[in-house]
């Protein structure tokens, strides 16, 4: 059974950073290092938006709100996959999920059509105040 558990969201001011983390296990081919990968979020009232995605090579591909402030890498041998969040604003203030899934499609077209991610996880809150 694949399970992706987010970590490390909570509340900070803005201009904060947080990493979030989710730990994968149950992968039908085992390592993450052969998933793509992304991170959403949901705020309250508002539709999921992709926040960034990794594919297998490590192309990364980010929403515009978020670049230059995220980062998002895998680290294969702890099965994990992370986002940096720096220079938080209360705009970011989510819940964040990552997702997975067996694809060659782009990190850029996941984030806008994330139908390839087969596995999400339960979701992490962040919440940014002013």
């Known amino acids: 059974q694949v399970q992706l558990v987010e970590s490390g969201g909570g509340s900070v001011q803005a201009g904060g950073s947080l990493r979030l983390a989710c730990a994968a296990s149950?992968?039908?081919?085992?390592?993450?290092?052969?998933?793509?990968m992304g991170w959403f979020r949901q705020a309250p009232g508002k539709e999921r938006e992709g926040v960034g995605a990794?594919?297998?090579?490590?192309?990364?591909s980010y929403a515009d709100s978020v670049k230059d402030r995220f980062t998002i890498s895998k680290d294969d041998a702890k099965n994990t996959l992370y986002l940096q969040m720096n220079s938080l604003k209360p705009e970011d203030t989510a819940m964040y999920y990552c997702?997975?899934?067996?694809?060659?499609?782009?990190?850029?077209?996941?984030?806008?059509?994330?139908?390839?991610?087969?596995?999400w996880g339960q979701g992490t809150q962040v919440t940014v105040s002013s």
């Open positions: 997702a997975a899934g067996y694809t060659s499609t782009t990190p850029r077209t996941l984030l806008n059509y994330p139908t390839p991610f087969t596995y």
């Open positions: 149950g992968l039908p081919f085992g390592s993450v290092a052969m998933v793509s």
């Open positions: 990794i594919n297998v090579p490590g192309l990364t």
